[in-house]
């Protein structure tokens, strides 16, 4: 039997020996590992998606959200679309800007994006007009700028990066695609961070999952590339 990466794609060839983990950054034993060195330990195998959220952003060193959610959306308990995306992006944010130097990233404040995400039901985007990927933008300014619903200005801002976030979202279409929601609100987070917080970080972003998504906006979505594959 042949198994395949959940990162790249590539054959998993069966080798005993020590890898870095490529979601919590510690050199473990490995069993299989892939053709481009990708190895996931055991513990975050087992780990439940939040507690995989936090290893990834507590151990990471890149500056791009981007590139840290896709490495998060690849874990094998990542379904394609679910309210597992909704606690993504305020963590991601806040890790990739303690990368790029504009904070302290404490394990209260990454705690704190998790738990005030942790509960927007699946299907919000359709039920009550409230995507979660949106909210933890929000969830996002809120933290950084001390907010509060008795705050002035930083209540407006929290409000406002939700508000922007969610614009971007309506104005994509449907169907839903998770994946979209969360490109799309880290997208309006980097301009939204840099024009009302002075806060800077790079963004690029890459789809690596049309394939696998039945319900594809294709050439609708402004992140679709024909040409990638995911296994």
């Known amino acids: 039997m042949v198994y395949h990466c959940p990162i790249c794609g590539a054959e998993l060839i069966e080798r005993k020996a020590e890898a870095v983990c490529t979601f919590c950054g510690r050199l473990t034993p490995t069993e299989y590992i892939c053709l481009q060195g990708h190895h996931i330990c055991e513990e975050c195998q087992l780990a439940t998606m939040p507690q995989v959220v936090e290893r990834v952003c507590e151990s990471t060193k890149e500056k791009d959200p981007g590139h840290i959610a896709n490495l998060i959306m690849k874990h094998p308990a990542m379904l394609m679309h679910s309210a597992q995306h909704h606690f993504i992006v305020a963590p991601v944010i806040l890790a990739a800007l ?13 705690r704190a994006a ?7 039901p699946f299907a919000s985007c359709g039920t009550r007009g409230e995507c979660g990927a949106c909210i933890g933008l929000g969830a996002a300014v809120s933290i950084l700028t001390k907010a509060s619903y008795l705050k002035d200005k930083e209540r407006s801002l929290a409000l406002g990066a ?7 979202v309506a104005g994509a279409g449907g169907p839903r695609c998770c994946k979209q929601s969360v490109y799309l609100t880290l997208e309006t987070g980097v ?32 992140y679709y590339e024909p040409s990638v594959e995911t296994p």
Not at 98 to 110: I, M, Q, W
Not at 114 to 120: F, H
Not at 204 to 220: G, L, P, T, V
């Open 114 to 120: 998790l738990r005030r995400t942790a509960d927007i």
């Open 162 to 168: 939700s508000a922007e976030a969610l614009f971007a």
């Open 191 to 222: 301009a939204f961070l840099k024009r009302e917080l002075g806060l800077e970080f790079p963004l690029k972003i890459e789809c690596d999952f049309s394939s696998r998504n039945q319900e594809c906006k294709r050439e609708r979505c402004k």
């Open 98 to 110: 303690a990368n790029a130097g504009e904070l302290v990233l404490h394990k209260g404040r990454l």
